[in-house]
């Protein structure tokens, strides 16, 4: 097994270390045991493992809790691993999503010794897959008491900003009917992909909202994202259905939301498959306050659906920040940028000293 003991003091040498373990989704034992030996390293913490699920844990003595959070795993290689460095930039599969923020949580973990708050560091597996793997996923029912905490960070790839909260998700499918008949005789039927016509007008005339919430803006969007219909090149269809997602503002549960859909969609049979609920920023407990002083720069909102929502389902408040550029995450050409590992590190460490 690959040590990471020589490199845990330095966030960058760690971004590396971490990228050149392969742990694509499902393969995430190595890195797990490399990372699970460096906490049990430090004398300060309490190391419990379930799984390829790690959790680390300064001693209670503070006012409050916070969570660190990062998963281990990565979408699967793409001709980009092992890492290299290329100027200021480490390219390789996970650099940005989001082994550069895994780093930063392990570098902390083993050297801020005496923070200002009790702080839970977790690490899982199977982010990048469906959510009945995930990791963090399974620890809510299983041991919840690693969630416990005030706050969360989830060091996701935001580039340096704080994305707070999320939106939630909800997908749905909508069903018109006609009546087949031959197509030479085409009067004689009714024809159901005509009939989505209409469906598909209101999609695109929908004006979504924009909700601002704690000073964060959520952009909502509602939209068709698949079509069926059809019999043969000859029959009048009788049926036609349309996927539909919506992604609504945190502001929404999601029974609201899939009324709202339903009401858009009034007169037509809607089936709601599923959905995720969104999670509100929640920025006002006092670790979150001081962690955006010490950001210094004004939060915004996360628009896509993340594991924030998970402890915020838990009553804890969340949000992202990581050094990876989200836009960057899962493509082959992926990469960090030094200098932004080296401000992560510094923010969340002068943060944790509590100065
Ligand atoms: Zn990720």
């Given at each position: 097994m690959r040590s990471l003991a020589t490199d845990v003091a330095d966030p960058v040498a760690l971004t590396r270390a971490l990228v050149d373990i392969e742990s694509v989704s499902g393969n995430e034992k190595e890195i797990t045991d490399a990372v699970e030996e460096v906490l049990r390293s430090a004398r300060h913490l309490d190391v419990a493992r379930s799984g390829n699920v790690i959790c680390a844990r300064t001693r209670p003595g503070r006012p409050s809790r916070v969570v660190l959070a990062g998963h281990l795993d990565t979408v699967p290689l793409h001709d980009n691993f092992p890492s290299y460095v290329d100027g200021e930039l480490i390219y390789g599969c996970g650099t940005a999503d989001m082994k550069s923020g895994a780093a930063l949580a392990l570098h902390l973990a083993v050297t801020?010794?005496?923070?200002?708050f009790d702080v839970t560091y977790l690490f899982y597996d199977c982010?990048?897959?469906e959510a009945d793997r995930n990791g963090l996923n399974r620890i809510t029912t299983q041991q919840p008491d690693w969630l416990a905490a005030d706050f969360a960070i989830l060091l996701e790839p935001t580039y340096g900003l704080v994305e707070a909260g999320c939106q939630g998700t909800l997908r749905a499918s909508v069903r018109t009917v006609g009546r087949r008949a031959h197509s030479a005789r085409s009067w004689l039927g009714i024809n159901a992909i005509h009939g989505a016509g209409e469906v598909l007008r209101r999609l695109g005339a929908y004006e979504a909202r924009r909700v601002v919430i704690d000073g964060c803006e959520y952009r909502e969007g509602l939209n068709a994202v698949s079509i069926r219909g059809g019999v043969a090149g000859n029959v009048i269809p009788d049926a036609c259905e349309i996927d539909v997602n919506f992604r609504f503002a945190?502001?929404?549960?999601e029974a609201e939301a899939a009324d709202h859909v339903r009401e858009v969609l009034d007169g037509y049979a809607v089936e709601i498959s599923d959905s995720a609920p969104g999670a509100l920023?929640?920025?006002?407990?006092a670790p979150a306050r001081r962690f955006i002083d010490a950001v210094g720069v004004p939060p915004i909102g996360k628009l896509g659906w993340t594991d924030v929502s998970r402890f915020a389902a838990l009553g804890v408040p969340a949000l992202n920040f990581g050094p990876?550029?989200?836009?960057?995450?899962?493509?082959?050409?992926e990469h960090v940028e030094i200098p932004k590992i080296l401000a992560g590190a510094e923010i969340l460490r002068r943060w944790l000293r509590g100065r």
């Open positions: 801020a010794d005496e923070p200002a982010e990048e897959v945190p502001d929404r549960s920023p929640g920025l006002t407990p990876g550029d989200p836009n960057l995450a899962h493509t082959r050409d």
